[in-house]
């Protein structure tokens, strides 16, 4: 079936640090990618999402790119703030595929904290 | 306008006590998706839910578990017989619809099994 894998946790960075958080996956389909992420105490909430092969999803200066020859969609950001420590997720969706009814696989996430 | 909104927020039960957990989904949202987050198993799909109907049951770890919707809104998640592993963090999602629509989370429900 499908799955996604992330880079394990946590990540300490100082402020102004690039972040780079890898998450490769494996789908039948042609899925359509997510990163999410879950500040402390908050729900999850989408940070960007990518849809089809060499697409660039960004938001809030994060950006991924979906690169179906490596099947991965790792997330960048040129330079941490305090305020991105969080738990960020890979998932995946396969449209596409009969019966997926667009429910999302999760990785096991990755623990971002950013130090002053 | 207002999210998606789950009670309790916090559920301390007894082993082999049945529980009830509630979402509220937001307005005109046709999908409505319940996973479980846990430390052994992360973040799992359960149940998905067009309209009032259940197409994918899949991810129910097991028949004590059972969910409904009514009225096309709420749902609720019933487990049966609580085990200490249904230990977890229930987590309802609603969408526009099935298809590329941004899944909105709210902001789950954590269940401790003692």
């Known amino acids: 079936g499908d799955s996604v894998t992330q880079m394990e946790g946590p990540v300490t960075l100082s402020e102004e640090a690039f972040l780079t958080i890898n998450c490769t996956y494996t789908?039948?389909?042609?899925?359509?990618l997510f990163w999410y992420v879950q500040y402390p105490g908050e729900g999850l909430q989408l940070l960007l999402k990518?849809?089809?092969?060499?697409d660039k999803g960004s938001n809030k200066g994060f950006e991924a790119t979906y690169r179906k020859e490596t099947t991965s969609f790792h997330l960048e950001k040129g330079s941490v703030q305090v305020s991105d420590s969080a738990v960020y997720f890979c998932?995946?969706?396969?449209?596409?595929?009969?019966?997926?009814?667009?429910?999302?696989?999760f990785g096991a996430g990755t623990q971002v904290v950013v130090t002053p | 306008g207002a999210g998606v909104s789950q009670s309790p927020s916090n559920k301390v039960t007894e082993k082999g006590k049945d529980v009830e957990l509630r979402c509220d989904p937001i307005s005109g949202h046709t999908a409505l998706y319940w996973y479980r987050q846990s430390l052994g198993q992360g973040l799992e799909f359960l149940i998905y839910f067009q309209g009032n109907s259940a197409p994918d049951k899949s991810g129910l770890p097991s028949d004590r578990f059972s969910a409904e919707r009514t009225g096309g809104s709420v749902s609720t998640l019933t487990i049966q017989r609580t085990q200490q592993e249904d230990s977890a963090v229930y987590l309802c999602?609603?969408?526009?619809?099935?298809?590329?629509?941004?899944?909105?989370f709210g902001p789950g429900t954590r269940l401790t099994v003692t």
């Open positions: 999602a609603s969408s526009h619809g099935q298809g590329i629509y941004e899944q909105y």
């Open positions: 789908a039948t389909g042609y899925p359509s």
């Open positions: 990518a849809t089809k092969a060499d």
């Open positions: 998932a995946l969706s396969d449209f596409m595929t009969t019966d997926s009814w667009g429910k999302l696989q």
